[in-house]
């Protein structure tokens, strides 16, 4: 009886760890891992494999699932999914599983990090020392946290864990997100909103939806101008949420205070990029779900989903749960 088999076909790091592999053979599973470099190299290994798995390349399209023929299911080492053919997988009846609890917290200190570094004027305040300038006229905060409105739109395990450390705040925490449960949101303490009545209401908002093709320019000038003008916008989802133009025009104009960036619509962006002419901006390169467990946390959740999967188990997270497998999965 042939083996389970899963293809591991781009990661991260320059090697895969021992114990991955050594892991996977240990339940009879066969492993292969290469880092393809094009769609063709990912049907000549993983064209007899149960699952293909990926961290964060784009490399599995919607073309490469028609030429994988034993593929039930594909492991996303991360939370975002874009990167991955979400609509033709759920059509082929191959299950999409991902890893969020990897990176879910090292992304809520970071989105916290953002918002506090442009609440506190942190950024403005070292460049104004490191220049020699000891000016606290030029640089005081215009903002306090206690008893304001935070608005998260999305609220995955990111998103949940912000409410839960913001707590101490004593913050108001409005939630936009058709699809979480009204006793999640009981849990932490949130009242549900809808897009509109969040952004009009909120002192805060840190955005944590996923990218897909109903949220792709989901913040544009319609929303940024519902806006207050004293609010702020954070982003650790995905740099398409936003109308990049736009929010160069609200931070431009006064539509908006201020916003914390971890995200861009081109990344790298390019030197001349308008943000970075403004200081009422603070960006990071897309570094918000990495930790120093990050890695590790990744790995070990994909193992369980691999396993899983070998087991005729549901993975522990999947985005598409609506899918008809190929597989039958308890």
């Keep these: 009886m042939k083996p389970f088999k899963i293809v591991l076909v781009d990661f991260d790091q320059e090697a895969v760890p021992a114990w991955v592999e050594a892991a996977l053979i240990k339940e009879g599973i066969a492993f292969v891992a290469r880092k393809c470099r094009s769609s063709e190299e990912v049907v000549q290994y993983a064209g007899d494999a149960e699952v293909v798995w990926n961290f964060g390349s784009r490399i599995i399209t919607a073309e490469t699932l028609a030429l ?7 492991i996303r080492t991360g939370s975002g999914t874009d990167n991955v053919p979400v ?6 009846g191959i299950v999409v599983a991902n890893t969020p609890e990897a990176h879910s917290d090292a992304v809520s200190d970071h989105a916290i990090g953002l918002l506090f570094a442009v609440v506190r004027q942190v950024v403005v305040q070292d460049r104004a020392v490191r220049a020699g300038k000891w000016a606290v006229a030029d640089c005081l905060p215009g903002w306090h946290l206690r008893g304001q409105t935070l608005g998260l739109v999305g609220f995955g395990l990111a998103a949940q864990l912000v409410a839960r450390k913001m707590r101490g705040f004593e913050m108001n925490v409005l939630v936009h997100d058709p699809y979480i449960r009204a006793e999640v949101l009981a849990r932490e303490g949130a ?6 009545a969040l952004l009009a209401g909120s002192d805060f908002v840190l955005l944590h939806c ?6 792709h320019h989901l913040i544009g000038e319609r929303e940024l101008r519902q806006m207050r003008p004293t609010a702020i916008l954070v982003n650790t989802a995905r740099g398409p949420v936003i109308d990049e133009p736009a929010l160069v025009r609200a931070l431009t104009e006064g539509w ?15 030197p001349d990029h308008p943000l970075f002419k403004l200081n009422n901006v603070v960006i990071t390169p897309h570094i918000a779900g990495y930790s120093d467990e990050h890695q590790e946390k990744g790995w070990r959740l994909s193992i369980e989903a691999a396993m899983a999967l070998a087991q005729g188990r549901w993975p522990r997270s999947c985005v598409n749960r609506a899918v008809k497998p190929r597989w039958d999965l308890a």
């Design 68 to 74: 994988l023929p034993r593929c039930g299911a594909i």
């Design 87 to 92: 609509e033709e997988a759920t059509r082929r």
């Design 191 to 196: 009242r549900a909103a809808d897009l509109d």
């Design 210 to 215: 996923p990218l897909t093709t109903e949220t």
């Design 256 to 270: 908006i205070a201020a916003a914390g960036l971890d995200v861009l619509e081109q990344e790298p962006p390019a």
